[in-house]
């Protein structure tokens, strides 16, 4: 059994900045997966078994090395398709529009809407429309997980997890995922700074539940 929903919501946890909020979830995570999600349970392993073992200033240094400080990793969905570009601020708008549409309104101040734990927020709350939108940016996402895979990391197995959701076989190598995009990332930097990127709420607009 895998609800595709759970996946969603646990890796959105996963990939956010490991604070100690985020840390202190990790045993409710594993029960969840292991309850709705099993298929996916083996694929967070590493991460939570990292977690278990280093400490958590380590984790927290290491998640800003890998995400903040490097574009091969960037978890912002357009950038490995619009870059830095004027095209950019109508895509994210865009993006904004989708959540709109599904009932749901960014609240607070704080990160793009293309951020990948953003997306998966949405993708669980309406999984149907979340999962459209994944596969919209598949490109981008099978790029995250085979660049994670490359560094070795244990977020790459997060990355398989929600890839695993979509539809047809994942890209093999990173020639292949670039071949999905037709392009490769942009040669335009992004401007990602280096700051604790915190995920903005996503909330019912009208109650809607």
Request: hydrophobic letters at 45%; a negative charge; charged letters at 25%.
């Amino acid at each position: 059994m895998m609800r595709r929903e759970v996946v969603y919501q646990a890796a959105s946890l996963c990939l956010r900045h490991p604070d100690a909020e985020i840390l202190a979830m990790a045993p409710m995570i594993r029960t969840a997966l292991r309850e709705s999600a099993r298929t996916a349970e083996a694929a967070f392993a590493p991460l939570f078994a990292w977690w278990d073992t280093a400490r958590p200033e380590e984790v927290a240094a290491a998640y800003v090395d890998t995400f903040d400080m490097s574009k091969r990793h960037a978890l912002y969905l357009s950038y490995w398709t619009d870059g830095d570009t004027r095209r950019r601020g109508m895509v994210l708008a865009g993006f904004k529009q989708r959540y709109r549409e599904a009932g749901l309104e960014l609240a607070g101040t704080g990160e793009l809407p293309d951020h990948l734990p953003l997306v998966l927020e949405f993708a669980a709350q309406r999984p149907d429309e979340g999962a459209a939108l994944l596969q919209e940016y598949r490109a981008s996402v099978e790029l995250i997980r085979i660049a994670l895979a490359e560094r070795g990391s244990p977020y790459a197995g997060v990355m398989s997890a929600v890839c695993a959701t979509l539809p047809g076989v994942s890209p093999a190598d990173r020639q292949a995922a670039m071949a999905l995009a037709s392009a490769g990332p942009p040669a335009e930097t992004v401007g990602l700074d280096a700051y604790d990127p915190r995920l903005l709420p996503l909330q019912p607009v009208g109650g809607r539940p």
